[in-house]
């Protein structure tokens, strides 16, 4: 790579950073950091741990993370930061690669580029993900190795896909199954490889196996509460974010042939029919009530890899033959793009900084709480709050354990919405039980606490204000109190 593209990749990479900002506590980041956690600290998290460890064998992303702080003898707040950049980088480093084997001017080759930063964020249709996190998780890593993987097939380099496809599967090995299926489809187009469907079909049994233990009703509850899961149930734009890419793709082909671009065209022809055997697989699995318990493997996540593909097509075919060498036709286009995003995220996080930089002391008053928990309460406290306090006003999604490091109770948001993904344990059962425990939260009196404390050794609560009289809270912001309950009875 030579050093002008470097610093541009480095300059797209902070920009991407400022317009889709970074909250490493955020979402699917409440079960990740505490698998890290403790890992690093063994004692901690002694009630509930099983919330979040069930992901700890599918992944050794929190063991890469948790080594990294070893060796590095950092923070994991710096760690968890310095990734989230690198993978960001990697990304926008892997899209050029691949946007150079499409496009033959810069103009399209950083084109595809910059569409690809500055679209980061972008909800993937009903899918409940967005092409790139504003956080480190699994997926961070799995991005850029995929895409990686592809562009080692584009240059027939088998020793470099094995390479790419094997760190993916020991990072998430759900996105394994896609980058396998899409390679696949790529040498059997070029005709490359007589062995690439077999290598698909081996990696999805690897993956899709699951207990022949009977779920609970609890867990089918569970797993209707999930919308998501299920393509009959999205709404009517969701399934334009399925349908709107098969003509998109289409007209991308089309152009492609027209103008030359082989490789082009035959990666688009690729996506296409990926996007086609996913959605089929999707529609297999959620239709049919005795296959819904294959519901939870997400044959539409592949749309993540999808909208990757199409928009680095996107910005590469606008870039080569509409952009060019005109500054102003970039400006037109890409600020708009990033401002429209960045004002979305900066409306989904209202209450927090939007680039949260390691270090600094937060202004989210739930951040708050939960730094000060983490540094001035014991390490095998137990906690409760309110069930739905992801979900509340303030609190913007973010998450109790990855910040405070403590045990609570389950919450009815994130561990439900990760105890979908295990049938065969009793997780969904446990969590319904502890949520139950705690409903009617913002009633609750002394009693109700004592009867947490009795039922599930809860020690400590958070509660909003100005909550209930008689209790010892030695810290209290604007909107919250943590309240030792140690002492109540019944």
């Not at 080569?320 to 996080?349: D, M, N, S």
Request: net charge positive; proline share 6%.
């Amino acid at each position: 790579m030579k050093r002008k593209e470097f610093v541009l990749l480095l300059l797209l990479t902070l920009g991407a950073l400022f317009v889709h900002g970074y909250h490493p506590a955020a979402e699917d980041a409440e079960i990740y950091i505490p698998n890290i956690v403790k890992i690093l600290h063994p004692s901690y998290y002694p009630f509930g741990q099983e919330f979040f460890n069930a992901n700890a064998h599918l992944t050794l992303f929190p063991h890469l993370i948790a080594w990294l702080v070893r060796i590095m003898h950092a923070s994991l707040d710096w760690v968890l930061f310095c990734g989230y950049v690198a993978s960001v980088f990697l990304l926008l480093l892997a899209c050029f690669r691949l946007a150079s084997k499409c496009f033959s001017t810069p103009a399209g080759q950083w084109g595809a580029v910059t569409m690809v930063a500055c679209l980061l964020t972008l909800p993937v249709a009903g899918t409940s993900l967005y092409i790139f996190d504003q956080y480190l998780n699994p997926r961070s890593i799995s991005a850029f190795a995929v895409i990686f993987a592809i562009d080692a097939a584009v240059e027939h380099r088998h020793s470099r896909i094995a390479f790419w496809l094997l760190l993916t599967s020991v990072i998430h090995p759900f996105m394994t199954v896609f980058a396998v299926v899409f390679i696949a489809l790529w040498l059997i187009q070029n005709r490359r490889s007589a062995r690439a469907p077999s290598m698909a079909g081996a990696s999805i049994l690897s993956v899709a196996g699951f207990s022949l233990k009977a779920p609970s009703a609890t867990y089918w509850r569970c797993l209707q509460d999930h919308r998501y899961y299920f393509l009959l149930r999205w709404t009517w734009y969701e399934w334009l974010g399925i349908l709107a890419p098969f003509a998109i793709l289409w007209w991308c082909k089309k152009l492609a042939e027209r103008r030359g671009h082989s490789t082009l065209a035959r990666l688009t022809w690729t996506i296409f029919v990926f996007e086609l055997i996913c959605f089929t697989a999707g529609l297999i699995v959620t239709i049919p009530h005795p296959l819904e318990i294959l519901a939870p493997y997400q044959p539409m996540r592949s749309l993540q890899l999808v909208y990757l593909l199409m928009f680095l097509i996107i910005g590469g075919l606008l870039g080569e033959y509409v952009l060019k060498t005109h500054f102003l036709r970039w400006a037109v286009l890409f600020v708009p793009v990033a401002a429209g995003l960045c004002i979305a995220q900066v409306e989904l996080f209202p209450a927090t900084r939007h680039v949260e930089w390691p270090g600094t002391a937060p202004i989210n008053p739930w951040l708050q709480a939960f730094v000060w928990i983490r540094g001035n309460t014991p390490t095998d406290a137990m906690f409760a709050l309110d069930p739905n306090y992801m979900a509340l006003p303030e609190e913007n999604y973010q998450g109790f354990r990855a910040t405070a490091e403590r045990s609570r109770l389950a919450d009815a948001k994130k561990d439900w919405s990760d105890a979908v993904l295990y049938p065969w344990l009793p997780l969904a059962d446990d969590i319904s039980a502890q949520v139950e425990a705690a409903a009617g939260w913002k009633n609750f009196g002394t009693a109700d606490f004592a009867r947490l404390k009795e039922a599930y050794g809860v020690s400590w609560i958070v509660i909003e204000k100005p909550g209930t009289n008689g209790l010892d809270c030695p810290y209290e912001n604007v909107a919250l109190r943590v309240c030792r309950i140690a002492n109540l009875q019944k």
